[in-house]
């Protein structure tokens, strides 16, 4: 078998260069199965190229009037841009203006992968390590007992409407 | 030069995406493996911190966009917030400020340092606006976006055991008690117990991200 392919390929691709080009081609086709995979994205997509540049400038055109509209009014107060652009895209889905249609695989693929942005920041804690080392036990202490506390209290509260307002519901 | 960060995140991205696939422990998310993998690649290799930086920063401005997107969600569990807004709305409150005042009077009793403690107190928002809230407030992102994973991570793993303890029945008081306390890692874990969980979970990390940044403003300009 691997004689037979061998052959088929020195056929097909006599000259050094060539064969390079092959060895390249095969990469490519390892990367994208690997990619397609793990990440669930066709890399192979012709007619949607289009569509997903289409997608991508709604998005930054809704982010980049957020950021100027958060620019003009920071004199009275400031509210971070991207919390703007989000509001500016909650009210054009609700008013029908922008569909979910319209922007469905770029925000899926970015909901999906989020992590991936923050993986720079992660590594610029090794170099803050040096800030926090005499005490981390103290704040994991924090960051634990906080974290319990926030969830049975919230938890708990939640509950106790749900259930006041299921009872108003049967009655 | 620049390349080499942003080639360096995306294999390492993938190859977290490998193990935590091959691993099932729900608790160690992407981000951390990755960033441990790079990190173990500069501290062993002649590779600085400062050349991998170069290229990273080019990663995290994609965060800014990134925000608008969650929109999305918000918009896809529309009918629960109309059903169910006034437990919604108590419940975002008491996440909010009982995360900020149980990070503020522990900080206090283990006598950390302010800029930690402001570091810590957008701990349980969803990681991109806890950036924003931390730069708003005077904390360190990268210290908040440390504290964020790691609390994600606990919350999450943690959470079915203090339903338990605390005798929390409801599907949507669960989703918003983790989508409150462990943001996305908490909402990943909410959809494993039910639909409805998960839909009440990312409210809850949205709309707790959006107060706890209204709130921040408001705090910084009347002091």
């Given at each position: 078998?691997?004689?037979?392919?061998?052959?088929?390929?020195?056929?097909?691709?006599?000259?050094?260069?060539?064969?390079?080009?092959?060895?390249?081609?095969?990469?490519?086709?390892?990367?994208?199965?690997?990619?397609?995979?793990?990440?669930?994205?066709?890399?192979?997509?012709?007619?949607?190229?289009?569509?997903?540049?289409?997608?991508?400038?709604?998005?930054?055109?809704?982010?980049?009037?957020?950021?100027?509209?958060?620019?003009?009014?920071?004199?009275?107060?400031?509210?971070?841009?991207?919390?703007?652009?989000?509001?500016?895209?909650?009210?054009?889905?609700?008013?029908?203006?922008?569909?979910?249609?319209?922007?469905?695989?770029?925000?899926?693929?970015?909901?999906?992968?989020?992590?991936?942005?923050?993986?720079?920041?992660?590594?610029?804690?090794?170099?803050?390590?040096?800030?926090?080392?005499?005490?981390?036990?103290?704040?994991?202490?924090?960051?634990?007992?906080?974290?319990?506390?926030?969830?049975?209290?919230t938890g708990k509260i939640v509950e106790l409407f749900i259930l006041n307002e299921d009872k108003k519901e049967v009655s | 030069?620049?390349?080499?960060?942003?080639?360096?995140?995306?294999?390492?991205?993938?190859?977290?995406?490998?193990?935590?696939?091959?691993?099932?422990?729900?608790?160690?998310?992407?981000?951390?493996?990755?960033?441990?993998?790079?990190?173990?690649?500069?501290?062993?290799?002649?590779?600085?911190?400062?050349?991998?930086?170069?290229?990273?920063?080019?990663?995290?401005?994609?965060?800014?966009?990134?925000?608008?997107?969650?929109?999305?969600?918000?918009?896809?569990?529309?009918h629960i917030l109309k059903k169910y807004y006034k437990p919604i709305s108590v419940g975002?409150?008491t996440?909010?400020?009982?995360?900020?005042?149980?990070?503020?009077?522990?900080?206090?009793?283990?006598?950390?340092?302010?800029?930690?403690?402001?570091?810590?107190?957008?701990?349980?928002?969803?990681?991109?606006?806890?950036?924003?809230?931390?730069?708003?407030?005077?904390?360190?992102?990268?210290?908040?976006?440390?504290?964020?994973?790691?609390?994600?991570?606990?919350?999450?793993?943690?959470?079915?055991?203090?339903f338990?303890?605390f005798k929390i029945r409801n599907d949507t008081a669960k989703g918003m008690a983790?989508?409150?306390?462990?943001?996305?890692?908490?909402?990943?874990?909410?959809?494993?117990?039910?639909?409805q969980a998960?839909?009440a979970?990312?409210?809850?990390?949205?709309?707790?991200?959006?107060?706890?940044?209204?709130?921040?403003?408001?705090?910084?300009?009347?002091?």
């Amino acid at each position: 078998m691997p004689q037979k392919n061998r052959e088929k390929i020195e056929k097909k691709y006599k000259t050094l260069d060539s064969r390079f080009y092959y060895f390249i081609e095969k990469c490519g086709d390892i990367c994208n199965e690997i990619i397609y995979n793990l990440i669930n994205v066709n890399t192979d997509i012709e007619g949607d190229k289009m569509k997903i540049i289409k997608e991508i400038l709604i998005i930054l055109g809704i982010y980049y009037s957020g950021l100027l509209i958060s620019d003009l009014i920071s004199g009275l107060f400031f509210i971070p841009g991207n919390i703007i652009g989000m509001g500016i895209l909650f009210f054009l889905l609700n008013t029908g203006i922008v569909k979910i249609d319209h922007i469905k695989h770029t925000s899926s693929f970015l909901l999906k992968h989020m992590g991936f942005f923050f993986i720079p920041l992660g590594v610029a804690f090794y170099v803050l390590f040096d800030v926090i080392r005499p005490v981390w036990i103290q704040i994991f202490v924090v960051l634990i007992v906080s974290s319990i506390f926030v969830m049975a209290a919230t938890g708990k509260i939640v509950e106790l409407f749900i259930l006041n307002e299921d009872k108003k519901e049967v009655s | 030069m620049l390349l080499i960060g942003i080639i360096l995140t995306v294999l390492a991205y993938i190859a977290s995406l490998y193990f935590s696939k091959k691993i099932k422990v729900s608790f160690l998310n992407p981000i951390l493996i990755a960033s441990l993998i790079i990190v173990s690649i500069i501290h062993w290799t002649p590779l600085s911190h400062e050349t991998y930086a170069n290229g990273g920063e080019y990663i995290v401005k994609i965060l800014g966009p990134l925000v608008v997107v969650l929109a999305v969600p918000l918009y896809n569990n529309k009918h629960i917030l109309k059903k169910y807004y006034k437990p919604i709305s108590v419940g975002i409150l008491t996440g909010v400020i009982s995360s900020a005042v149980s990070v503020a009077i522990l900080s206090r009793l283990m006598r950390l340092d302010m800029d930690i403690m402001l570091s810590l107190l957008p701990k349980s928002i969803t990681t991109p606006m806890a950036i924003e809230v931390s730069g708003i407030i005077g904390g360190i992102k990268e210290l908040t976006v440390v504290f964020v994973v790691i609390t994600g991570m606990f919350g999450a793993s943690i959470g079915p055991l203090v339903f338990d303890v605390f005798k929390i029945r409801n599907d949507t008081a669960k989703g918003m008690a983790l989508g409150a306390g462990a943001h996305g890692v908490g909402t990943a874990k909410a959809v494993e117990i039910s639909d409805q969980a998960g839909a009440a979970s990312s409210l809850a990390m949205i709309l707790c991200g959006v107060t706890t940044i209204i709130l921040s403003v408001i705090v910084i300009k009347i002091l």
